[in-house]
């Protein structure tokens, strides 16, 4: 019997666009719903958080992008997006790669608030947080195969396109190996037909 797969994804996610990039490269076949997660109730039952993405297949849930990329690799017949000879520092890149679409998200959130309500000490640490890790990226990831695809890439190009979808791209400047291998990266089909909705 085959799966029935389908992805409740958003829009403009990050996390989402991890999952169904590993989807396309993994060659999964699954129905993509985008949904308005705010608005869905329906997903309360599958997932307590309500949080895109959220997998299903046939009865079981899969819930967080890492477990989905992981379960979508595990059932494909692909070389895998996490070859054990590496294995930790791609989860741990993958690991940095989403803690900085987090704070690109959380800062948007913050921003997005009314004024009076806002946090300028919150948005501030994320900037500084976010300034620091893609420096920490450009200095320490030094996997720039261009043979291999592994899912610290995949992780990393979503989170550093969606830094300049969100906020801005001023880190290209002084970060040059990283732009450069970002702007080679994006040319690959999956990144190409993976744009978040509202920044094309
Ligand atoms: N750790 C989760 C994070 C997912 C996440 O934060 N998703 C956001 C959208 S980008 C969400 O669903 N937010 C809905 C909400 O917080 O109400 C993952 O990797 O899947």
């Known amino acids: 019997m085959t799966n029935k797969i389908i992805l ?39 997932n307590p958080l ?19 990329c992981f379960y979508l690799d595990s059932v494909s017949n692909n070389d895998t997006l996490f070859p054990k000879k590496n294995y930790f520092e791609i989860i741990s890149m993958v690991s940095v790669a ?25 948005i501030n640490k994320q900037e500084v947080r976010i300034e620091r890790t893609i420096k920490w990226l450009e200095n320490n990831w030094k996997n720039y195969n261009e043979n291999y695809l ?3 890439q995949i992780a990393i190009a979503c989170s550093l396109e969606y830094t300049n979808f969100r906020l801005n791209d001023l880190w290209e400047k002084n970060s ?25």
């Open 150 to 152: 592994t899912m610290d």
């Open 8 to 46: 409740f994804n958003g829009p403009n996610s990050p996390f989402g666009r991890k999952t169904k990039i590993t989807s396309i490269v993994q060659k999964i076949s699954l129905e993509e719903k985008i949904i308005k997660v705010q608005e869905s109730k329906f997903l309360d039952k599958h």
């Open 98 to 122: 989403n803690g900085l679409m987090e704070s690109v998200l959380e800062r948007r959130m913050e921003i997005i608030r009314p004024n009076n309500e806002q946090s300028k000490n919150f």
């Open 176 to 200: 040059p190996y990283l732009k450069k291998w970002l702007n080679n990266f994006r040319q690959k089909d999956f990144m190409k037909s993976t744009i978040p909705i509202e920044a094309k």
């Open 50 to 68: 309500r949080k895109i993405p959220t997998l299903l297949v046939n009865d079981l849930t899969i819930i967080d992008s890492d477990n989905i």
